[in-house]
């Protein structure tokens, strides 16, 4: 079963305006971490923010935070004033530290993302 | 700097063939991934290591192995390559039995197309 879910495949934001690109997640594991990565053209994956279960604040990076609200089970990346740089693939990934020792992530299908001026 | 790299950008393999997707990492990482990126999928699982010559199947095996012979490379081998193997392969490290926010580490990926 999907465990991480990113309804929207694709969006258009316009150019210093913010953006929320949605993700929820399902998991039983009271301990877990939330992350999103960054996918220029060029391919590589960037590591953008994480946010905790246990953590009691919203996770923020410069024009990154994390919308987390732990009841609904959806952790949302809100990225202010947007850039034409910003424009990527970004996905939203969780890991579940009770069950597995080794960092594994499941990733959400992804939210294509483009800015224009 | 922190560095990830896979030996090929873009490859183009024939069907039948034996594939090697190599990656490297920098960083004295324990533990390693392969994962397989598809439109629509998002990136998915193939194999993971946690030492040198340990290794445990991720989400979709099938059709892969790898091998880990030394703690700074891991490689991916297609026994023998078919057309549904065409994707994006991503390596990424990240190091072992660290508690907290530890993310992975990715290599710029290998594109790989079987023809």
């Known amino acids: 079963a999907q465990k991480i879910t990113q309804t929207q495949p694709g969006m258009f934001v316009q150019e210093k305006e913010a953006v929320t690109l949605d993700c929820t997640y399902d998991?039983?594991?009271?301990?877990?971490?939330l992350f999103w990565y960054k996918q220029p053209s060029s391919g590589e994956m960037i590591f953008l923010i994480y946010?905790?279960?246990?953590?009691?604040q919203n996770a923020t990076e410069g024009r990154y935070s994390l919308n987390f609200q732990k009841a609904r089970k959806s952790a949302n990346l809100v990225i202010s004033a947007s850039q034409l740089g910003d424009s990527a693939m970004y996905f939203c990934?969780?890991?579940?530290?009770?069950?597995?020792?080794?960092?594994?992530?499941?990733f959400g299908a992804g939210t294509q993302v483009v800015v224009t001026p | 700097d922190v560095k990830v790299t896979q030996s090929s950008r873009y490859l183009v393999k024939r069907t039948g063939e034996k594939v090697f997707l190599e990656c490297v990492q920098d960083?004295?990482?324990?533990?390693m991934f392969w994962y397989r990126q598809d439109p629509g999928l998002g990136l998915r699982l193939i194999y993971f290591?946690?030492?040198?010559?340990?290794?445990e199947k991720g989400d979709i095996p099938e059709g892969y192995s790898v091998s880990r012979e030394k703690k700074e490379r891991f490689s991916l081998i297609l026994e023998s390559a078919s057309t549904n193997q065409t994707s994006m392969y991503l390596c990424?490290?990240?190091?072992?039995?660290?508690?907290?926010?530890?993310?992975?580490?990715f290599g710029p990926g290998t594109r790989l197309t079987v023809t």
């Open positions: 990424a490290s990240r190091p072992g039995q660290v508690l907290g926010a530890y993310e992975q580490y």
């Open positions: 998991t039983s594991d009271p301990s877990y971490g």
């Open positions: 946010q905790g279960s246990y953590d009691q």
């Open positions: 990934a969780m890991r579940e530290v009770t069950t597995d020792s080794w960092g594994k992530l499941q």
């Open positions: 960083m004295d990482h324990e533990n």
């Open positions: 290591s946690y030492d040198v010559k340990m290794k």
